[in-house]
């Protein structure tokens, strides 16, 4: 007797052992896993935008020898800063490979957050989407293997003032100022502002000097006025020298939510504009000027989620407006400025932002 029940217990052990080692070569073999992400804008509100996932999660055969259901979430980062966050419980799967669409909000207020991490990092962007996905089979909780998303686009939103190219400035035809070189560079940026730092090498050929009393700065990004204020000061540029001149602007950041708003609904599409004005006093007699050599458009696109594809690429354009000549008092002008006069001849430059994908798979 005692002999049989050893045997039984035996018996039982080996069948106990053998069903372990099946279910743990069900969940480590084959175990489900995410095959795809893919993000897409929704709706575009005043306050908040949406975000679209579709998650296509591989649901070995094995495992679906019972009703299952997922728990699914996922995060989307720009940057390290985390711009979505969601979780849907107890999503019905069928078949073999199944898509699982979920929807969030994303805050707009977090746009000067992630806008100013990318001016710091040199103008450039991680996009990292971190999906997870849970099945349940029999209160069993079965997680797929990790898989992470990420995209980097890059922009180079100040290299038109980033030229050599010599210029001329003129007035009642003669020449007032010559521009030497152009540049600009952003300063370090906050939640509340981004500065951007330019200036023009420029010699006065007259035998006066020319008297600035004033340089004011506007930015608008797709028409919304992002920056207004004074960029300089009192300057004067002696008879027959050298000087450089600067105008600093600012982007006041609490005002990109309103751009984010209007660039997705433009297609991810922004025309930034960066206008600098002088005040130029001569003969008792003040004027304000457009400094165009400091003053530029330039067109950008996104491509956040790689709507257009994996090798997708976003693009900027740099166009340089010819003005008329002005009809301004024949000496003075001002702080890096071809406004009152001839510029270099209407001209486009595109350069392309590098993007790209990455997969990470932890099994």
């Given at each position: 007797?005692?002999?049989?029940?050893?045997?039984?217990?035996?018996?039982?052990?080996?069948?106990?052992?053998?069903?372990?080692?099946?279910?743990?070569?069900?969940?480590?073999?084959?175990?489900?896993?995410?095959?795809?992400?893919?993000?897409?804008?929704?709706?575009?509100?005043?306050?908040?935008?949406?975000?679209?996932?579709?998650?296509?999660?591989?649901?070995?055969?094995?495992?679906?020898?019972?009703?299952?259901?997922?728990?699914?979430?996922?995060?989307?980062?720009?940057?390290?800063?985390?711009?979505?966050?969601?979780?849907?419980?107890?999503?019905?799967?069928?078949?073999?490979?199944?898509?699982?669409?979920?929807?969030?909000?994303?805050?707009?207020?977090?746009?000067?957050?992630?806008?100013?991490?990318?001016?710091?990092?040199?103008?450039?962007?991680?996009v990292r989407v971190d999906p997870s996905v849970a099945l349940e089979y029999g209160g069993v909780d079965?997680?797929?293997?990790?898989?992470?998303?990420?995209?980097?686009?890059?922009?180079?939103?100040?290299?038109?003032?980033?030229?050599?190219?010599?210029?001329?400035?003129?007035?009642?035809?003669?020449?007032?100022?010559?521009?030497?070189?152009?540049?600009?560079?952003?300063?370090?940026?906050?939640?509340?502002?981004?500065?951007?730092?330019?200036?023009?090498?420029?010699?006065?050929?007259?035998?006066?000097?020319?008297?600035?009393?004033?340089?004011?700065?506007?930015?608008?990004?797709?028409?919304?006025?992002?920056?207004?204020?004074?960029?300089?000061?009192?300057?004067?540029?002696?008879?027959?020298?050298t000087r450089t001149l600067r105008a600093n602007a600012s982007i006041n950041n609490t005002r990109l939510?309103?751009?984010?708003?209007?660039?997705?609904?433009?297609?991810?599409?922004?025309?930034?504009?960066?206008?600098?004005?002088?005040?130029?006093?001569?003969?008792?007699?003040?004027?304000?000027?457009?400094?165009?050599?400091?003053?530029?458009?330039?067109?950008?696109?996104?491509?956040?989620?790689?709507?257009?594809?994996?090798?997708?690429?976003?693009?900027?354009?740099?166009?340089?407006?010819?003005?008329?000549?002005?009809?301004?008092?024949?000496?003075?002008?001002?702080?890096?400025?071809?406004?009152?006069?001839?510029?270099?001849?209407?001209?486009?430059?595109?350069?392309?932002?590098?993007?790209?994908?990455?997969?990470?798979?932890?099994?």
């Open positions: 007797m005692a002999l049989r029940w050893k045997a039984g217990v035996a018996v039982l052990v080996v069948l106990v052992s053998l069903v372990g080692i099946a279910a743990y070569g069900l969940l480590v073999v084959d175990r489900p896993s995410v095959e795809s992400v893919d993000n897409s804008w929704g709706t575009v509100e005043e306050n908040r935008t949406e975000v679209e996932t579709e998650i296509a999660v591989d649901n070995p055969l094995l495992l679906r020898v019972a009703d299952g259901a997922a728990n699914v979430g996922y995060t989307i980062s720009m940057n390290d800063v985390r711009i979505a966050d969601e979780r849907k419980e107890r999503v019905r799967l069928q078949g073999r490979d199944d898509v699982v669409t979920v929807r969030t909000w994303v805050d707009n207020d977090e746009v000067p957050d992630w806008w100013a991490t990318h001016v710091n990092r040199n103008e450039t962007t991680t079965v997680p797929a293997d990790r898989w992470t998303r990420e995209r980097t686009f890059r922009t180079d939103l100040l290299a038109p003032l980033q030229t050599d190219q010599e210029r001329e400035f003129t007035a009642f035809n003669r020449t007032v100022l010559a521009v030497e070189e152009t540049d600009a560079q952003w300063g370090h940026a906050t939640v509340e502002r981004t500065p951007i730092n330019a200036s023009a090498t420029v010699t006065n050929p007259l035998s006066v000097p020319i008297p600035i009393t004033n340089v004011s700065y506007t930015v608008r990004m797709n028409g919304i006025v992002v920056g207004q204020g004074e960029a300089g000061q009192q300057t004067l540029i002696p008879a027959e020298s939510d309103e751009w984010w708003v209007t660039h997705l609904r433009n297609d991810e599409t922004t025309e930034l504009s960066v206008d600098f004005e002088a005040t130029i006093e001569y003969a008792g007699v003040e004027r304000e000027l457009p400094l165009d050599f400091v003053s530029y458009n330039r067109t950008f696109e996104t491509d956040v989620f790689g709507a257009s594809g994996t090798d997708a690429s976003a693009r900027a354009t740099a166009v340089d407006a010819s003005p008329a000549p002005h009809d301004s008092p024949p000496a003075p002008e001002s702080n890096a400025d071809p406004a009152a006069s001839t510029r270099s001849p209407a001209k486009e430059a595109t350069s392309r932002w590098g993007t790209q994908w990455r997969r990470n798979g932890h099994g």
